[in-house]
């Protein structure tokens, strides 16, 4: 079964940089597409971007366009989120997932059934 395991959160200053990783194992990587989310105190669990099956696409919230970047690594299993010019409003924890299925690409969290534990972001201000 496979699972997922993000780090790399910590407190950082606005304006900062943080790169989060999320390492699977236990199954199958290079077929799925991978999603960043993160979810805020009282807030709903939003997208964040992904990444495709082979690393062709990537797609980001608008928020995040230009400050943040999606990148795997297959023959590692893992999935990075840099993450630049941080700003308050990214506090949140973050959370990767696996696609439902193979080939497999959206921006809604229903479309992912593996998920990481989540790692917490903090940007003071």
């Known amino acids: 079964q496979v699972q997922l395991v993000e780090s790399g959160g910590e407190l950082v200053q606005a304006g900062g940089s943080l790169r989060l990783s999320c390492a699977a194992s236990?199954?199958?990587?290079?077929?799925?597409?991978m999603g960043w989310f993160r979810q805020a105190p009282g807030k709903e669990r939003e997208f964040v971007g992904l990444i495709t099956w082979s690393a062709g696409g990537t797609y980001y919230t608008d928020s995040v366009k230009g400050r943040f970047t999606i990148s795997r690594d297959n023959a590692k299993n893992t999935v990075y989120l840099q993450m630049n010019n941080l700003k308050p409003e990214d506090t949140a924890v973050y959370y990767c997932a696996r696609a439902r299925a193979a080939k497999l690409a959206l921006r809604y969290a229903g479309a992912y059934d593996i998920w990481g534990q989540g790692t917490q972001v903090t940007v003071s201000s």
């Open positions: 236990g199954g199958t990587f290079s077929a799925y597409a």
